[in-house]
């Protein structure tokens, strides 16, 4: 059973980076087939997909935020991470991390979110 874990602070000013780290248990982020996506849901809306990074070590992200977001890896700790710069208030919601299956992206594993507010 794969299990995933959100952490990272709740609170970020305007003009900062969000930092999150999603740590992965039950499975390598290196297997085959599958990829590592962050996901997130800001109040009252529906869910927006960020960005993935595969087994490969590739990356692919949402066009409306490729400019400020960076995922990232640490295979020796089964982790990846998401940075977000020059956050503002919209970018304030529930963010999870997920595991896909590459070629048909269907969500297999959601991790159970961790609330970010943006607010000075």
């Known amino acids: 059973q794969v299990q995933l874990r959100e952490s990272g602070p709740g609170l970020v000013k305007p003009s900062q980076t969000l930092s999150l780290t999603c740590t992965v248990s039950?499975?390598?982020?290196?297997?085959?087939?599958?990829?590592w996506s962050w996901i997130r849901q800001p109040p009252g809306k529906g869910l927006e997909w960020m960005g993935v990074?595969?087994?490969?070590?590739?990356?692919y992200y949402s066009p409306s935020l490729k400019s400020r977001t960076s995922i990232s890896r640490d295979t020796s700790k089964n982790q990846f991470s998401l940075q977000l710069s020059s956050v503002t208030p919209e970018d304030t919601a529930v963010y999870y991390c997920?595991?896909?299956?590459?070629?048909?992206?269907?969500?297999?594993?959601w991790g159970q979110g961790t609330q970010v507010t943006v607010s000075s």
């Open positions: 997920a595991r896909v299956v590459k070629p048909i992206g269907m969500v297999e594993y």
């Open positions: 039950g499975g390598s982020i290196t297997t085959s087939v599958y990829a």
């Open positions: 990074i595969a087994y490969d070590d590739s990356t």
